[in-house]
């Protein structure tokens, strides 16, 4: 199945006269695949996510899930933010935030079924000792796997994230960048991630697109035709992953000139 | 030497509680030989009264008189300012409507109601609930409101991704994460109802400790004067603690978070 998820000539500006943040941008996801969004900052794509979620409208053009159009957050699509100590909710323990997730599910089954459910998700990220621990006494890469569980809690096909890591450390965004790759794989997850660190997206992603800024545009795809069992120390030396990452910049900084002329 | 004594005064809180004592037996001394006046008892004069009307009922007949209305102007003050704080928070329309009228009642002293109050529902019960709900009403109501707007838009994005309705929104995001906030206001209001209860009754009442004082002012019953002084003190105090207990149990997350605990 092909053009699962599909963005078409989207644009957006912040009130009537605005500057566009966002302007024709055309894009299409497959099921399972693993997409990166790179871009300097200001290029609008947090904005791009937003919208692709639902929870944000568009001036122009459509999302599209399976043909039907995106307005408001879908249940096959989770969203999982950078302010992971915002989106995670301090007063309540780690694993009732990730039941919150499904509590009003009506689908969800008994109380105990849910909590099953909730544990099985904080062992998939390997938080299972931690459900009665408060957000607040987790690290922040900790936090973030919470926020993660409760994502996959809801059974979604898609997880939209963003910028999901840039706040935490090189190590704990190494181990949560190896998580991700893994639970992608083993859950057959459709993922969507925006970030700015163009290693973080070669690293992750099967197909990279680079974002220009003022206003946002696509300018360029590039795919990631890197094996895809991966790890930190091997594919970041690998020969094809230097000349994309060279690639990449080159796009990256060209971008970047073009709203900055010297 | 002087630094152990200066590292002691750092660490305890004992020194608190001795300042009180050296205080109290400044009075006695003072009262005892320096001025001898009837205005001016010594403190075993005062807590033989004091323990004189704790004994017979008295006092305590007052107490609970002034407790009752206090916490009926302050709880329907507690119900009514949550309420329509969590709605004005939420809601913009409600409150771009609102918030210019609250402002402009806002600074009105509690005290200044106090005549229209007796001219609309007189001297009774009524006339004290309603002036201690009138000034315990805005410290709750403005607290709440500023507490909902300060919910972060990604809590808001959170709630809708996870697909909750909106009175799932209220329950599960907006209460809890204002009520820090909500309690502060509380905590503010608790002491304004204690002082506009006692002002009330000083007015007009037959009972209650602003009236014990005040009468016992008027009846040269000096040393009962300062038992109602103290009572309040004692009353005042435990309220506030209670207060605290009960604080710390519905928002540890918050002390704990924000490193208070």
Redesign the interface.
Known sequence: MSAWLEVQGLGKRFGESGRPVLENVSFSVDRGEFLALIGPSGCGKSTLL?IV?G?SRSTTGTVRLNGVPVE??R?EM??V?Q?YS??I???KTVLDNVL??IR??PDAGSRVAMERRARDQLELVGLAEFADY???QLSGGMQQRVAIA?ALV?RPDILLMDEPFSALDAMMRADLQDLLRRLWRELGLTVVFVTHDLDEALYLAQRVLVLSAGPGRIARTVPVPLPEARGQVETRSDPVYLDLRSELFRAMTGSTREVHPA | MSRAIAGWLARSRLSGFGLILLLLCGWQLSALYLVDSPTWPPVTRVIEAWVEHLLDGSLLQHILATLWRQMLGYGLAVVLGAALGLAMGYYRALFNLLEPLVEILRPIPGPAYLPVLVLFVGIGNEMKVVLVLLASLFPVLLNTYSGVRAIDRVQYDTARTLGLTTAQTFRELVLPAASPQILTGMRISLAISLILAILGEMIVSTDGLGYFTLLAQRTFKVPEMYAGIFTLAAFGYLLNRLFLLCEARLIRWHLESSGRV
């Open positions: 937003h979620a929870l408001s957050p249940r989770m969203f933010f302010q915002k989106s909710f301090p007063w919150l997730g009003y599910q408060r957000p607040y409760r809801r």
